[in-house]
């Protein structure tokens, strides 16, 4: 799939939306690369631009509430958009049919059926969407994923997370905060050390007696892969001692040998032979920006293109299913359910026209042609 390439001179003109945390990383983000510019920010409350423009110290940065709006006003070139999960439905569909490329934070959209509709609205438009999924970029991931590729067949992929934050706020009164706010990095990471999608999960969710979290703050999934690996998440929120890093603690357990990594340091591998070398993809979001901006100028293909993302949040809400209903869940069930609700409730008629001409989900992710 080829996007329009992007040749003015001088840096790409970037627009910022939702002015929270995350907005504010993207804005110093943006200030720190080569090839961008920030123009603007925008968000619905005029307090929180404000704020975050007054830390850029961009004098007379352009503001608004409204990404499109603003991109006109300043003459922007993409849109970065890290609002909430609930608002990336509606802010990048808007911006993609203004004809803005568009990268976002994940996950790709609040439900499938809504990453779905955005892949439609990215191939009807033929602008990119690129979902940020930071935790991939990062130089010691790419070794090891190097490093099993030199092992023979792959049997496990295990990780796990085992923090104690105390957040306050939305994370503490939510269902599954684990799952469903932080699980989809190593979710998303497995799926790039394996190079292989999800076929199934059996997932339990539970809450430890002592968790200050409302919902459930643990959960332990078993993912059959595609080519009969196992990935097998391990998790906690509310564990204190000996914490994991927040990437988390992994074990690649292959045919001929064992990948182990911290999630922070180099990895180790028995049999200890030298690790080839790699790229570095660059650090978290700043590594995502570098690949979008490539993207965007030479037409390269990204890791998060919007089809390939989509698959990430599909494993969490397999997970969070098969833990509500008790039994394994197969993922094309979700793909299905989720292909159904995105033709109910699809609004725009050539979006829908673009979904109902897929094969098949599964084919339209992996942006094969109709046989
Ligand atoms: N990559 C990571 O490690 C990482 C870490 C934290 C958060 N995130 C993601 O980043 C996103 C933002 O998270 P956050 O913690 O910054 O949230 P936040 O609640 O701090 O900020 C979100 C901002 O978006 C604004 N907003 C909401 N709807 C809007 C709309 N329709 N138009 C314009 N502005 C709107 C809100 O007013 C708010 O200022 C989420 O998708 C979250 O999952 C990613």
């Known amino acids: ?124 438009t033929g602008q990119l969407f690129m979902v940020s999924q930071s935790r991939r970029y990062h130089r010691s991931l790419h070794q090891a994923k190097r490093r099993l590729e030199t092992l023979g067949a792959v049997g496990v992929v295990a990780v796990d997370f085992f923090k104690a934050p105390h957040f306050g706020g939305f994370r503490d009164e939510m269902a599954s905060p684990l799952l469903l706010d932080m699980a989809i990095h190593q979710f998303d990471m497995a799926r790039f050390l394996l190079d292989a999608d999800p076929v199934s999960v059996s997932c339990e969710e539970y809450n430890p007696a002592w968790s200050w979290y409302t919902g459930d703050a643990a959960a332990t999934a078993v993912f059959a892969m595609e080519g009969g690996a196992r990935f097998v998440f391990n998790g906690s929120w509310c564990s204190p001692g000996f914490e994991t890093s927040w990437n988390g603690s992994w074990r690649l357990s292959a045919e001929r040998g064992t990948v182990l990594w911290d999630g922070e340091g180099e990895p180790g591998a028995d049999p200890d032979e030298a690790v080839p070398t790699v790229d570095d993809p660059g650090r978290e979001i700043a590594g995502s920006l570098r690949e979008f901006t490539a993207a965007l100028r030479h037409g390269s293909e990204p890791m998060g293109r919007v089809h390939a993302n989509v698959m990430s949040l599909a494993m969490v809400e397999a997970a969070t299913q098969s833990a509500s209903q008790g039994r394994r869940v197969a993922i094309d069930d979700v793909l299905e359910r989720s292909y159904d609700a995105a033709l109910a409730t699809e609004r725009n008629a050539e979006v829908l026209a673009v979904m109902k001409a897929w094969p098949s989900v599964r084919d339209a992710l992996s942006q094969k042609e109709p046989q």
């Open 1 to 124: 799939m080829t996007s329009p390439t992007i040749d003015t001179e001088g840096p790409l003109r970037l627009v910022v939306v939702g002015a929270g945390g995350m907005g504010r990383a993207w804005a110093r983000t943006i200030q720190a690369h080569d090839d961008a510019e920030l123009v603007g920010i925008a968000d619905l409350a005029p307090a929180a631009a404000e704020a975050a423009a007054a830390e850029t110290g961009i004098r007379g940065l352009a503001l608004g509430s409204d990404a499109v709006e603003l991109a006109r006003r300043t003459g922007a070139d993409a849109v970065v958009n890290a609002t909430i999960p609930e608002a990336h439905h509606q802010v990048t569909t808007a911006a993609l049919l203004a004809g803005l490329p568009v990268l976002g934070e994940k996950p790709v959209a609040a439900s499938v059926a809504e990453g779905l509709s955005l892949a439609a609205a990215a191939e009807h």
